[in-house]
């Protein structure tokens, strides 16, 4: 008798530890790892590839920089740093569709071993890490961005097309007509310390 109750207990023990388990695995269907929610906060527009070409060939890159595209949309310019300098890039961009399109440019241009491409809120990121970051971001976001890219090490480029960084002093700025789009488009360079504006030194001051 002792052993038919042992022995219905160590079924029931089966039973409860399996619907926890199940249980378990249901709570993590419905909770898959968080990814942004927030819609984009501009339309992705393509940077045509001879502007891509001039923004990296402005930002001197080497083989052994990293390169950060905020906003990478199809990965366009990650993967070109890779291919042509054999850096390692990652490309973050917040709309999954073109997550997605990016990965597969990646594979299909072979450089998906030194290229990532990640599905976060670019406001959110540690940049510390990058030499090289790109953006093609309107002002108003450019703007928000700006105490991350203070924190870039001594050094290190950032290479903006068309919308410069508000109340900073680009070391240099290039303008020229895409071949693809007959559109004149302005590629700002800044290097790391920021140069900030006079203006801008003295609203710093007064705020302090």
């Given at each position: 008798?002792q ?10 023990g089966?039973?409860?530890s ?9 709570a ?6 968080k990814?942004?929610t927030r ?7 393509p940077t045509p590839?001879d502007v ?8 001197e890159?080497?083989k ?7 906003g ?5 310019i990650?993967?070109?740093?890779a ?8 490309g ?7 997550v ?7 594979k299909k241009r ?17 940049l ?6 790109t ?6 976001m450019v703007?928000k961005l ?9 050094g290190?480029r950032?290479?903006?097309?068309d919308y410069s960084?508000s ?8 303008t020229?007509?895409s071949?693809?789009?007959n559109?004149k488009h302005t590629?700002?360079l800044?290097t790391?310390?920021?140069k900030?504006?006079a ?7 007064q705020e302090?």
């Amino acid at each position: 008798m002792q052993r038919i109750v042992r022995t219905m207990a160590a079924a029931l023990g089966l039973a409860a530890s399996l619907v926890f388990c199940a249980q378990v695995a249901a709570a993590e269907a419905e909770e898959p790892a968080k990814k942004p929610t927030r819609v984009a906060d501009c339309v992705y527009v393509p940077t045509p590839n001879d502007v891509t070409a001039k923004m990296l060939e402005m930002a001197e890159i080497k083989k052994s920089d990293l390169v950060y595209d905020l906003g990478c949309g199809d990965g366009r310019i990650v993967i070109t740093a890779a291919k042509r300098f054999g850096c390692k890039a990652v490309g973050y961009e917040i709309n999954a569709d073109l997550v997605a399109e990016a990965i597969q440019n990646a594979k299909k241009r072979k450089v998906d071993d030194l290229v990532q491409i990640k599905q976060e809120d670019i406001f959110t990121l540690d940049l510390s890490k990058a030499n090289v970051i790109t953006l093609y971001l309107l002002p108003a976001m450019v703007t928000k961005l700006t105490p991350q890219l203070e924190k870039l090490k001594p050094g290190s480029r950032i290479v903006a097309h068309d919308y410069s960084i508000s109340g900073v002093k680009a070391d240099k700025a290039v303008t020229l007509l895409s071949n693809e789009d007959n559109v004149k488009h302005t590629i700002y360079l800044y290097t790391l310390p920021l140069k900030k504006e006079a203006q801008e030194l003295k609203k710093e001051a007064q705020e302090e």
